[in-house]
C-alpha cells in the first residue's frame, strides 16, 4: 500500500481543513502572527510547493499531478455566519477538488515578499487562501464535508495514491455529535474511503500556546485536550512518509502517528511537506 506514484493520470488528492473558528484570531506564540495568518501562510506555501513540483521546467505550466481543496470550517465569508466552505475564492469560489492548474491560474492575489535569494529583492508569492476567523469550530461537519468530496474523488480515481486529508485546527470541537456520529465516528468513516493503494491518510496539526512542539508522536496523553483525541484519530504515518521524515531531519518512532502539535511556521511547513511528499512524481 501507499506506494503509487502521482501522475497526470493517476494523480493525488489533498485536501486541507483550515479551522476558521473565532479563537483563531489568537496570537501565534511569538510570532507576531494571528493563528489565523500563520495557517493561511503555511497553506499558501504548500500549495506553491506544489504548482513547483509539477512543472518540468522553470516557468513552464502546471501540470495535473495533484487535485486539491481547502475547506474552511467556523467563519464562513461567502455563505455567511457558520459553517463549512471552500477557502478558495474568485473563479474558484464554491467548486469542490479542483486540478492543481486550475489554482495556479487563479490566485486572489500575488504579493511581494524579500526573497532569500541574494540574486533577487522579492519574491513573488501567490495567495489563494486568506486569514479569516468567527464564530465556532463546526469540525465533525468539515470531516463529514471532506469525506463527501473525497468519496466522489475516489470514483473517479479509484487506482491513485489515497487522499490525503490535513485538519488545522486550535480548539475544542463544538459540534459533536453531528448528524447522529461523534468526531472519532466521523473520522473513521472518512478513513474507510480507500483507492486500491489504501485507505485515506488523516493528518492533524494542533496549534496551542501551551506544551512543548512534537511532530509525528507515538502518544497522545501529554497533550492538552483536544490532543488526545486528535492523536487517537490520526492516521499511522505509513512507510514512504517515515522516510521521507527521517530524510528531512525528523526523528520518527514506530507506530508513529500523522499528527503535529504546537509547531512554528516553519515547523508547520516542513510537517505539510512531509505530508504531501508520500509518493514520487515521475521525471522529477
Known sequence: MYDQTFSRQNPGCIVVLLDRSESMGAQWRNSGMTLADGAARAINRLLLDLCIKSTKEVGGAVRDYFHVLVLGYGASPVAGGEGVESAFGGTLTGRGIVPLSDLANAPLAILEEPSVDTMAAVTRVPIWVEPVFGYRTPMCEAIAVAGEHVFEWVEAHPDSFPPIVINITDGLVTDSPYD?????????????????DGPTLLFNVFLSSEGDPAFF?????????????LFEMSSVLPAPMVR?????????????????????????????????????IPGR
Do not use: Y
Not at 254 to 274: H, P, Q, T, Y
Open 180 to 196: 447522529g456520529a461523534d468526531l472519532t465516528e466521523w473520522a473513521e468513516r472518512l478513513t474507510t474511503v480507500e483507492t486500491v
Open 217 to 229: 508522536p507515538t502518544s497522545g496523553h501529554a497533550f492538552p485536550d483536544p490532543g488526545p483525541q
Open 244 to 280: 521521507h521524515a527521517k530524510a528531512a531531519g525528523v526523528p520518527v518512532q514506530s507506530g508513529a502517528r500523522a499528527m503535529c502539535f504546537n509547531a512554528d511556521l516553519e515547523a508547520l511547513v516542513k510537517f505539510l511537506e512531509i505530508g504531501t511528499r508520500a509518493a514520487e
